[in-house]
């Protein structure tokens, strides 16, 4: 995996929510990258930025109500922070594929299978309309799909909830986009057809070349998927390595009690679990430290004053005062 | 407390659902039977639509039963007018997956956790309050929690609350149903330590419903698999988790993402996706899938065979094992 040369570069991204005295930030200082054929994963519980975060770099989140308030996000040379809706417009679907965690919602329910790939081709090729029928039935075959003619004829509410996921992955992949954003892709399927999702997005990553930025919360799905993750935790980047790193030595206290408090299948029950004590602070109460100094055991009097700036370690970044030790 | 008699025992459960046009209809339950004891917790695993919710309702009798026996505490529940279950229902509560839907947003916390008190008519008010703080103190909140509303509290918080509210009878027996999967990592394995703990504490039983295969190797004693609306295969949750025996299991199992980078999948990924249960398969449900289907597998519906002879506690509906 080739990550000197990143395809899609993140650099020191703020953003905020709300209006005049209520607007809060929410995301803060967030950097990372993609290499082309690489999976980054964005990891972190409910309401720590993750969405917000990648949403907002591809120009995705609606605004209002949120708000970049600084920082750049550029795929190859284009900024995508300072393009212009129309231009950005351009750019989804053909440079960036995107597929959500809701299959249902994310398909257009008025319209053929057929009609809305066509539709998504036509925005950005200038095939024929018979170069377009074998590009759609060679992508479908290719995800999976069997009778592609007979899909092609139905809605998305005729389709199970796998078949549907499968066309939404060809419908991001169909123009070769280099970035492919994946919003919890698999969170809605039951665990046999995560694994069939997964298996297939490898294979097209390694087929196709493009980068993967990977939002989830999902800790076994980051071991088994990404090649780095970004661990967040109150709009902030704590942790990024490489996943093997980070499993084997998470240097974040956050990370450790993460990966501590997840249930495993060689977890000993009459141990009880790891628990992470108290509450994630709500944007606006994030104070001046750590946000997790709060919650957290190695927390000592400078975490409560001075928030840790993310300093690069021997396998990744962590931004800790007091990190854990490499066992 | 005897072991010897069982606390549930379901025997042939179906359930039907007709479907639109009155014929056929939806196999919800498919002739499904086993006991539990006393103090057992017992984790129903399967994936969407193979009838574990369903499982746990009918069992309480929030949907009654097609066909088949519940017997609970000596009592024939299939069988009981509703207000004997209404009075049953002190012994049997259940937690559901949803802490935001499942509490009534107008009512005060002191008020929720009373409810069950006040409609079973237990109490004096003053009694009741006390029951209350004591309620709040067992599952870890504040005692100021009893004057706020649902709306005051995260997640994991209105979990404990509707926890809180199923103890207050002092049941015998809890269906939770995917209690811990609208919550956080960190805020489930509050959870979870809380469930064990009140176990421990109250000699409870719990028939914990979840797709969850790690969470459920977390508190389950005896591990059911379901399919289609059957039990493939049952057992000893050890057992279940070292050595799964039908061949649905086994992928179950491997499609779990591991914590460790590139130890990769044990197996192939399982093929296709669950059938339409309106139309299920004939013989074995589970026969298009599996990668170790015989000819007969298509004709012949396996039975559940004891593999663990003798001991009456691992039974697996497989053709390879019979």
Redesign the interface.
Request: proline share 8%; hydrophobic share 40%.
């Given at each position: 995996m080739n990550s000197e040369l990143p395809i899609f570069r993140v650099d020191d991204l703020a953003i905020s929510f709300g209006s005049g005295a209520q607007r809060t930030r929410v995301v803060d200082g967030v950097s990372f990258h993609v290499g082309r054929g690489e999976t980054l994963g964005i990891v972190g519980?409910?309401g720590c930025g993750k969405s917000v975060t990648v949403m907002s770099s591809v120009g995705l989140q609606p605004s209002p109500p949120s708000h970049v308030d600084g920082g750049s996000a550029r795929l190859g040379d284009v900024d995508l922070l300072a393009l212009r809706p129309k231009a950005l417009r351009r750019l989804w679907g053909s440079r960036i594929g995107v597929v959500f965690q809701d299959p249902m919602t994310s398909l257009n329910p008025v319209f053929t299978i057929g009609m809305q790939l066509r539709e998504a081709l036509a925005a950005h090729t200038n095939l024929t309309d018979a170069e377009r029928e074998t590009r759609i039935m060679a992508m479908l075959a290719r995800v999976g799909i069997n009778a592609p003619e007979r899909r092609l004829r139905q809605y998305p509410h005729e389709l199970?909830?796998?078949?549907r996921q499968r066309v939404l992955i060809a419908m991001a992949l169909i123009c070769g986009p280099e970035l492919l954003i994946a919003d919890e892709p698999t969170t809605a399927l039951?665990?046999?057809?995560?694994?069939?999702i997964?298996?297939l997005l490898r294979d097209l990553r390694d087929e196709m070349g493009m980068g993967i930025l990977f939002v989830t919360?999902?800790?076994?799905?980051v071991?088994?998927?990404c090649d780095r993750v970004a661990v967040m935790y109150a709009g902030r980047v704590v942790e990024s390595a490489r996943?093997?790193a980070l499993?084997r030595a998470p240097r974040h206290p956050y990370t450790h009690?993460?990966?501590a408090?997840?249930?495993?299948?060689d977890?000993d029950?009459r141990v009880?679990?790891?628990?992470?004590e108290g509450?994630v602070p709500p944007p606006g109460a994030r104070g001046t430290g750590c946000s997790f100094a709060a919650r957290c055991p190695r927390a000592q009097p400078i975490c409560l004053g001075t928030a840790p700036s993310l300093v690069a370690g021997q396998d990744g970044a962590f931004a800790c005062h007091h990190p854990v030790p490499v066992p | 407390m005897s072991d010897a008699l069982p606390l549930l025992e379901v025997d042939s459960l179906v359930k039907t659902f007709p479907n639109r046009n009155g014929r056929g209809g939806i196999h919800a339950l498919n002739r499904v039977s086993f006991t539990q004891r006393r103090g057992e917790t017992i984790g129903i695993v399967g994936?969407?639509g193979c009838g574990k919710s369903t499982l746990g309702r009918t069992i309480l009798q929030l949907i009654r039963p097609t066909s088949g026996d519940v017997r609970f505490l000596g009592k024939q529940l299939t069988l009981l007018p509703d207000e004997a279950l209404r009075q049953m229902r002190r012994h049997m509560q259940m937690i559901f997956q949803d802490p935001f839907a499942s509490l009534d947003p107008r009512m005060n916390v002191a008020s929720l956790i009373a409810e069950p008190l006040v409609i079973h008519r237990l109490g004096t008010a003053a009694e009741q309050a006390t029951e209350v703080a004591r309620l709040l103190e067992t599952v870890g909140l504040p005692a100021e929690a009893a004057k706020r509303y649902p709306h005051e509290f995260?997640?994991g918080q209105r979990q404990r609350i509707c926890i809180a509210r199923a103890l207050a009878l002092h049941p015998e027996l809890i269906v939770a149903d995917e209690p811990v999967s609208a919550l956080?990592?960190?805020i489930?394995?509050?959870i979870?330590?809380l469930l064990?703990v009140l176990k421990r504490e109250r000699g409870l039983t719990y028939l914990f419903i979840s797709?969850?295969?790690?969470?459920v190797?977390?508190?389950a004693d005896t591990v059911a698999v379901m399919y289609l609306g059957r039990i493939v295969e049952m057992g000893p949750a050890e057992q279940i988790?070292e050595d799964p025996k039908h061949p649905y299991t086994q992928?179950?199992?491997?499609?779990?993402?591991?914590?460790?980078?590139?130890?990769?999948?044990s197996a192939p990924?399982?093929?296709g996706?669950?059938p339409d249960p309106e139309h299920p398969p004939t013989g074995c449900a589970f026969h298009p899938r599996c990668p170790h289907a015989m000819a007969r597998c298509a004709t012949e519906a396996p039975k559940a065979v004891d593999i663990a002879p003798g001991s009456g506690r691992h039974a697996v509906a497989c053709h390879l094992h019979d």
């Amino acid at each position: 995996m080739n990550s000197e040369l990143p395809i899609f570069r993140v650099d020191d991204l703020a953003i905020s929510f709300g209006s005049g005295a209520q607007r809060t930030r929410v995301v803060d200082g967030v950097s990372f990258h993609v290499g082309r054929g690489e999976t980054l994963g964005i990891v972190g519980e409910s309401g720590c930025g993750k969405s917000v975060t990648v949403m907002s770099s591809v120009g995705l989140q609606p605004s209002p109500p949120s708000h970049v308030d600084g920082g750049s996000a550029r795929l190859g040379d284009v900024d995508l922070l300072a393009l212009r809706p129309k231009a950005l417009r351009r750019l989804w679907g053909s440079r960036i594929g995107v597929v959500f965690q809701d299959p249902m919602t994310s398909l257009n329910p008025v319209f053929t299978i057929g009609m809305q790939l066509r539709e998504a081709l036509a925005a950005h090729t200038n095939l024929t309309d018979a170069e377009r029928e074998t590009r759609i039935m060679a992508m479908l075959a290719r995800v999976g799909i069997n009778a592609p003619e007979r899909r092609l004829r139905q809605y998305p509410h005729e389709l199970s909830g796998g078949l549907r996921q499968r066309v939404l992955i060809a419908m991001a992949l169909i123009c070769g986009p280099e970035l492919l954003i994946a919003d919890e892709p698999t969170t809605a399927l039951d665990v046999t057809l995560q694994a069939q999702i997964l298996a297939l997005l490898r294979d097209l990553r390694d087929e196709m070349g493009m980068g993967i930025l990977f939002v989830t919360h999902d800790l076994g799905v980051v071991a088994q998927f990404c090649d780095r993750v970004a661990v967040m935790y109150a709009g902030r980047v704590v942790e990024s390595a490489r996943v093997d790193a980070l499993f084997r030595a998470p240097r974040h206290p956050y990370t450790h009690a993460l990966l501590a408090s997840t249930p495993r299948l060689d977890s000993d029950r009459r141990v009880p679990l790891p628990t992470i004590e108290g509450m994630v602070p709500p944007p606006g109460a994030r104070g001046t430290g750590c946000s997790f100094a709060a919650r957290c055991p190695r927390a000592q009097p400078i975490c409560l004053g001075t928030a840790p700036s993310l300093v690069a370690g021997q396998d990744g970044a962590f931004a800790c005062h007091h990190p854990v030790p490499v066992p | 407390m005897s072991d010897a008699l069982p606390l549930l025992e379901v025997d042939s459960l179906v359930k039907t659902f007709p479907n639109r046009n009155g014929r056929g209809g939806i196999h919800a339950l498919n002739r499904v039977s086993f006991t539990q004891r006393r103090g057992e917790t017992i984790g129903i695993v399967g994936e969407s639509g193979c009838g574990k919710s369903t499982l746990g309702r009918t069992i309480l009798q929030l949907i009654r039963p097609t066909s088949g026996d519940v017997r609970f505490l000596g009592k024939q529940l299939t069988l009981l007018p509703d207000e004997a279950l209404r009075q049953m229902r002190r012994h049997m509560q259940m937690i559901f997956q949803d802490p935001f839907a499942s509490l009534d947003p107008r009512m005060n916390v002191a008020s929720l956790i009373a409810e069950p008190l006040v409609i079973h008519r237990l109490g004096t008010a003053a009694e009741q309050a006390t029951e209350v703080a004591r309620l709040l103190e067992t599952v870890g909140l504040p005692a100021e929690a009893a004057k706020r509303y649902p709306h005051e509290f995260s997640g994991g918080q209105r979990q404990r609350i509707c926890i809180a509210r199923a103890l207050a009878l002092h049941p015998e027996l809890i269906v939770a149903d995917e209690p811990v999967s609208a919550l956080d990592v960190s805020i489930q394995s509050q959870i979870l330590n809380l469930l064990n703990v009140l176990k421990r504490e109250r000699g409870l039983t719990y028939l914990f419903i979840s797709h969850n295969l790690a969470v459920v190797k977390y508190v389950a004693d005896t591990v059911a698999v379901m399919y289609l609306g059957r039990i493939v295969e049952m057992g000893p949750a050890e057992q279940i988790y070292e050595d799964p025996k039908h061949p649905y299991t086994q992928s179950l199992i491997a499609a779990i993402p591991a914590l460790q980078p590139g130890s990769g999948p044990s197996a192939p990924p399982l093929q296709g996706e669950t059938p339409d249960p309106e139309h299920p398969p004939t013989g074995c449900a589970f026969h298009p899938r599996c990668p170790h289907a015989m000819a007969r597998c298509a004709t012949e519906a396996p039975k559940a065979v004891d593999i663990a002879p003798g001991s009456g506690r691992h039974a697996v509906a497989c053709h390879l094992h019979d």
